[in-house]
């Protein structure tokens, strides 16, 4: 990492590598994205959590969906969304949601939260909604959900969610255990674990994924373990990407991981089995994520698919 002197009093930056820089967006699929975000009165994750990916995504029309409002009832030290007491949740939401994905024509939508510990059960009812209402509006479009972890009403919650039947339920660790503390302080990960877990106990034909940044300071074999622990709850789809600061107040980059170690990660983690595995710099959890869901499936056949018998000669 290279810093950059201040010249102003202003807090020291780093210099990202070649890898990771993207252009500015600046298509006309951009901005007629924006445009019918703000006409649906939607929020996005793309724009709250300043996404590098944007400009490629929404060029294309595709968006991930942030319900339940802009504002958050935690503070991670990894991520931009605000702070803050949330307004009350919007009655139309699910029904704009649906006819956003209706108006993109979206075959597969991502839809995720912030957290809502204000809420007696989370959002959870909210997911519920939503994917209820794009169902009946897009019979065909698929369905991948970001949840929360539902502090303290995960059970309820998850039941209410896998019963709607989203075709796949992701929720991020995010980091290794030991840096939790600091990384991720409203949450525990084992709790994160055993809520993909109980997901596939309920229904195992509903994919599971969870994602990890790189580069906040955790050791190689730490991440092995997260890739083990992560196969114990019998998860499908693992996704890594390279961490970038927000801003200066938020916690800063220890290391800035090449595409080669990212590489070797993955090959790692295939190993290990799972069905999918995504992990560059610019990974980021919905990016790529209708594709991704179609080589989910096909590997869960290929899985599946009777093996010929051998036949032996006499």
């Given at each position: ?34 445009e ?25 029309k595709?968006?991930?969906?942030m ?21 009350a ?48 509006a ?65 229904d ?63 090959g ?12 560059s ?34």
């Amino acid at each position: 990492m290279t810093p950059l002197a201040p010249m102003d009093g202003r807090p020291e930056r780093v210099r990202k590598p070649d890898w990771i820089r993207v252009k500015a967006p600046t298509s006309a699929g951009f901005a007629a994205t924006r445009e019918l975000m703000r006409s649906k009165s939607l929020t996005t994750v793309c724009e709250e959590a300043a996404c590098p990916n944007i400009g490629e995504c929404w060029s294309k029309k595709h968006a991930t969906v942030m319900i339940l409002g802009d504002t958050c009832t935690r503070a991670c030290a990894f991520c931009n969304v605000k702070t803050g007491m949330p307004r009350a949740v919007d009655a139309r939401e699910p029904q704009n949601v649906a006819e956003a994905a209706a108006q993109m024509g979206l075959q597969h939508i991502v839809v995720t939260s912030v957290d809502r510990d204000d809420l007696p059960d989370g959002g959870a009812s909210q997911f519920v909604k939503v994917i209820h209402a794009i169902r009946a509006a897009n019979p065909t479009t698929t369905i991948e959900i970001l949840t929360p972890d539902f502090r303290n009403k995960a059970q309820a919650a998850i039941e209410s969610i896998v019963e709607a039947r989203p075709d796949v339920y992701n929720h991020n660790l995010e980091t290794v255990p030991r840096l939790y503390p600091t990384i991720r302080p409203g949450a525990r990960y084992y709790a994160s674990l055993r809520l993909l877990e109980s997901v596939k106990r309920h229904d195992p034909s509903i994919f599971t994924k969870s994602g990890v940044m790189l580069g906040l300071g955790e050791e190689r074999l730490e991440v092995h373990q997260v890739m083990d622990d992560m196969r114990s709850a019998d998860i499908d789809f693992l996704t890594m990407g390279q961490y970038l600061q927000p801003t200066p107040r938020h916690a800063k980059v220890a290391e800035f991981v090449t595409p080669k170690a990212f590489d070797a990660y993955a090959g790692i983690a295939r190993a290990k089995g799972f069905l999918l595995v995504a992990s560059s710099p610019l990974t980021r959890s919905s990016y790529h994520a209708g594709d991704d869901f179609a080589k989910l499936r096909a590997a869960r056949e290929a899985k599946l698919a009777p093996r010929p018998r051998a036949v032996i000669a006499v």
